[in-house]
């Protein structure tokens, strides 16, 4: 191609992601966060409830457009996710792609959670809190032997458990997003934690967009400085729901969405 | 580029635009990646050798530093929580660990279905991963060398221009022996690259340059 046929192609694509910059960051609105009372559950929508004590960790087989809500239920834990697709495990959440794909690396009701194939894993469909991490991660040995003077029961552990016992290993243990952990950066890229925004019974609903293996570990994020012994229990309850409607929130957020969601239909099609 | 570098210098190599590459990098000796034309976006994955279930992990590495950005002095951390390698010198400035590497797929959602069949980073780690009994399982977070990816207070997330200039380069030095791939990256879909893939060149040195 010539020189100038370059430069034109490049100026081209340039107005391209300027114009899908500005759609995903100046003209989204999202949706305001879900009231505490705000989306109750009826009980026999409920499949499964279960409450995972400090430390510990549970997975949870999610069928396509099932939700599980994560609780936190005294305020003063953080749960930390990972997911896989159940007939595939080597298509998994992707938290780098989950960023850059909605231009943003603040959760909130609205957004979805990809996989490495392009694919929607989970969508915001509820959320009180608005202040989760993608960034930083869970707790390790060596945090929290740098936090505690010891180490304690721990995210990566957790995770390693949980994959293990759904035949995978390390090797699948991809970076994880956690949940009513309030961390943002700074000017200058520096983390900060705003242990103020956390609050008892914050609730997310993820709605499962493909059959999926899920395991939530609850521990305190490394950036909380909670002492260990200060976490508390968390609570899944999965559950039914209606179809998604129309104007469904999750699914018309963005052109990024439109196409995300369609590729994911295309497997259940 | 002193005479003790020149003695010091015991491979080198120009990557061709969106070509991949690998190499083991033995612990002690320091990689230089040097973005021949500026502009480049280098897309890096790490394991160490010989046990590549430990791997380079980004969460890790920014938890342990407490920022969102690479730069100079960062320890590269394993998923195992060990000093892989740090960054010993960096005339850029700016590297990322956030965004994660292109791929067909994403970039299919990110800018359309007219992008699929474009070259891609996760295309080149693959093939280049299994030269070393390696597959897509084994992809879990890498390095962007010279992208500058601005996290806002907000949590905007933005892919800004390529901000490093012909001739800038980054060191990377082992701490233990690793293998270390390279996806030139491909993209032309967003302006790491300025829309343009060029080559970049990689040296491997004894011992960390003066
Ligand atoms: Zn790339």
């Known amino acids: ?269 | 580029m002193s005479p003790t570098d020149q003695d010091d210098l015991v491979y080198a190599f120009d990557i061709p635009a969106e070509q991949p590459w690998s190499r083991i990098l033995k612990k002690g000796q320091t990689l230089r990646i040097i973005d021949s034309e500026g502009e480049q976006a280098v897309d890096a994955l790490i394991y160490v050798a010989g046990d590549t279930a430990e791997r380079y992990s980004a969460q890790d590495t920014l938890r342990v530093q407490g920022s969102a950005y690479l730069e100079l002095g960062t320890r590269l951390i394993s998923n195992c929580g060990r000093v892989m390698a740090q960054i010993t010198a960096d005339t850029c400035g700016r590297h990322d660990t956030s965004a994660g590497c292109c791929s067909c797929e994403s970039n299919a959602v990110r800018f359309g279905e007219a992008t699929r069949y474009l070259h891609a980073c996760r295309e080149n780690f693959i093939l280049e991963l299994s030269r070393h009994g390696l597959t897509k399982r084994d992809i879990v977070s890498n390095l962007n060398f010279f992208m500058n990816v601005p996290i806002e207070p907000s949590g905007n997330f933005t892919v800004l221009d390529g901000p490093s200039s012909p001739g800038n380069y980054v060191d990377v030095t082992a701490e233990m022996d690793v293998l270390f791939v390279i996806s030139n990256c491909p993209q032309v879909n967003n302006p790491c690259n300025g829309f343009d893939p060029t080559p970049i060149r990689v040296e491997i040195r004894q011992t960390p340059a003066a």
């Open chain 1, 1 to 269: 191609m010539s020189a100038q046929g370059n430069a034109q192609r490049a100026a081209a694509n340039r107005r391209r992601y300027e114009e899908l910059r500005a759609a995903g960051q100046e003209l989204k609105q999202l949706p305001a966060p879900t009231a505490m009372d705000g989306a109750p559950i009826t009980k026999d929508a409920i499949v499964q409830t279960e409450q995972v004590p400090p430390g510990w960790h549970a997975t949870v087989r999610l069928s396509r457009g099932e939700a599980l809500r994560i609780c936190d239920d005294l305020g003063r834990s953080s749960a930390s996710l990972l997911a896989w697709r159940n007939e595939d495990p080597c298509e998994r959440i992707n938290c780098a792609d989950t960023v850059k794909v909605q231009w943003s690396a603040a959760l909130s009701k609205g957004r979805m959670i990809l996989s490495d194939m392009g694919r929607v894993l989970l969508s915001m469909i509820e959320d009180t809190s608005g202040a989760h991490d993608l960034l930083v991660g869970g707790s390790t040995a060596d945090s929290t032997l740098k936090a505690y003077g010891e180490v304690t029961r721990n995210t990566q552990a957790n995770f390693i458990s949980a994959a293990a016992k759904i035949g995978l290993g390390v090797r699948d243990i991809p970076p994880c997003v956690t949940f009513f952990a309030p961390v943002t950066t700074d000017a200058t890229g520096r983390f900060v934690w705003h242990g103020e925004r956390k609050r008892a019974c914050d609730f997310v609903d993820l709605r499962a967009e493909m059959n999926l293996i899920v395991a939530v570990s609850n521990c305190a994020h490394p950036l909380d400085p909670a002492r260990p012994a200060a976490t508390t229990p968390i609570t899944l309850i999965r559950h039914r729901l209606p179809p998604p409607a129309a104007d469904d929130v999750c699914r018309t957020a963005s052109p990024e969405a439109l196409r995300a969601y369609a590729f994911t239909d295309q497997l259940f099609a």
